[in-house]
């Protein structure tokens, strides 16, 4: 973490407080720190501590500037390494989702170009309300990446989820990041990635498709282009908003799912998150199918696009991960899925669960690995899951066993 340098947004919130142990632990590690104090911020938070902390006047005001008086809300953002906001109020999520510019710390924010990472901190009725998960949602599309909120007793007495994740939790994400980016700085990766279901028709308004979202496949195009990866997504039919930074090919049968993805090879790494249909329709319908015509589909079986790739021996992709949608003995045929796909990992989640997989924000997986290693996430956000495989894969590409 040496010499990285941290922009600290303060929000006005009642854990605002802790930004002040979390500022402590940054400078300990040799972090440069700036602040910008929100005016609700400074009901809880005095610019004398935030100076004493960091050695600079906290920046308050879009027209009054400090004594840095060079700096203004772009030079400000393209100073930072890191843009954190703490904490994260739902009326703040609410203004960035907007995309207003009312002071210096949305100004500087909507002109950044920087990682910004929020932390939310909430009354539970608050972070649930679906006024703040739709602004959640937005804020997710639009890349910003969220630390918490955590379960627990709030300042209000009440319990539930919308805590603010603890300064050392906090800690622990923007060292995780920094790591991930310092390690793959000079490897110049190529990814794709696969996602979402494909549709097999049997004429031009009918086809054969299933449940899948496509949004833990998003989720890891967007952890990888995070950490400096050149991505490409491959996805099949969604409602999911296009990723920034991440090139995205739509497309609809499995057959232009794999057309595609053998032209982008080759790649440092593949992903394929894909529902991909096994089978396609013999010779579908050029118009549509009256009822009183039909008889019956003769059905094909479609090639393995995961299998194409991890077999093309002159192409092989230095890391091969596939997915297993299983509704029984998860382990055992996850096992075998690995093995006769000669993946380098497998990430096997339980379809039939409710609650998790398809559709859902949320997943619970198991990952296998070559080398036998199994590791079991319990149920949490497809945002988190994806960076868990992305973590495996930094492990296997330097070898460095320390990123978890
Ligand atoms: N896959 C693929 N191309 C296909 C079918 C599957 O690339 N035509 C990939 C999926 O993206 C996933 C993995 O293979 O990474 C496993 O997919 P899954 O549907 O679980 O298994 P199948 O191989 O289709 O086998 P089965 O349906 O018999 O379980």
Redesign the pocket.
């Known amino acids: 973490m040496k010499n990285k340098k941290i922009l600290i947004v303060i929000g006005g919130g009642i854990s605002a407080y802790k930004a002040l142990d979390l500022i402590r632990l940054l400078k300990r590690n040799d972090c440069e720190i700036k602040t910008v104090l929100t005016k609700s911020g400074k009901e809880f938070v005095t610019p004398l501590s935030l100076t004493s902390l960091t050695n600079s006047k906290p920046f308050e005001n879009i027209f009054d500037v400090n004594s840095e008086s060079e700096i203004d809300h772009i030079s400000l953002s393209r100073w930072a390494d890191l843009i954190l906001v703490i904490p994260t109020t739902a009326n703040f999520m609410s203004k960035l989702s907007l995309g207003k510019a009312e002071d210096l710390a949305t100004t500087m924010i909507l002109a950044s170009n920087k990682n910004i990472f929020l932390v939310p901190a909430m009354n539970v009725r608050m972070w649930l309300h679906p006024a703040t998960q739709k602004n959640y949602q937005i804020l997710s599309d639009y890349g910003y990446e969220f630390i918490g909120p955590t379960n627990g007793e709030m300042a209000c007495g009440e319990y539930g989820q919308g805590k603010m994740s603890s300064p050392r939790q906090i800690f622990s994400e923007i060292k995780k990041y920094f790591l991930n980016k310092d390690i793959l700085k000079n490897k110049k990766l190529k990814a794709l990635v ?1 996602t979402g279901p494909t549709r097999e028709y049997v004429d031009p308004v009918r086809f054969i498709s299933n449940e899948s979202s496509g949004k833990q496949g998003y989720e890891i195009a967007k952890a990888l282009s995070r950490i400096g990866v050149n991505t490409t997504l491959v996805s099949g039919p969604t409602s999911l908003s296009k990723l920034k930074d991440v090139k995205t090919i739509n497309v609809l049968t ?1 057959k232009e ?2 057309e595609t993805t053998k032209k982008l090879l080759p790649v440092d790494i593949a992903i ?7 089978f396609r329709i013999n010779s579908p319908s050029k118009s549509k199918i009256k009822k009183d015509n039909f008889k019956s589909f003769k059905l094909l079986k ?8 991890s077999k093309n021996n002159r192409q092989r992709p230095q890391i091969v ?6 509704t029984e003995n998860l382990l055992k ?1 996850s096992e075998n ?1 690995l093995k006769k ?1 000669q993946c380098d990992i ?1 990430v096997a989640n339980n379809v039939s669960e409710k609650n998790v997989g398809f559709n859902s924000d949320y997943n619970k997986v198991i990952i296998l690995e070559k080398n036998g290693s199994i590791t079991k996430i319990k149920k949490n956000k497809k945002s988190f899951i994806a960076n868990k495989i992305i973590n495996k894969i930094i492990n296997k590409l330097t070898k460095n066993k320390n990123v978890n």
């Not at 394929?272 to 096994?278: G, L, P, T």
């Open positions: 696969t499995a799912m794999f394929c998150a894909a529902a991909v249909s096994d479609n090639i393995d696009i995961l299998e194409y790739i991960v596939g997915f297993a949608a299983e045929n899925k796909k497998l």
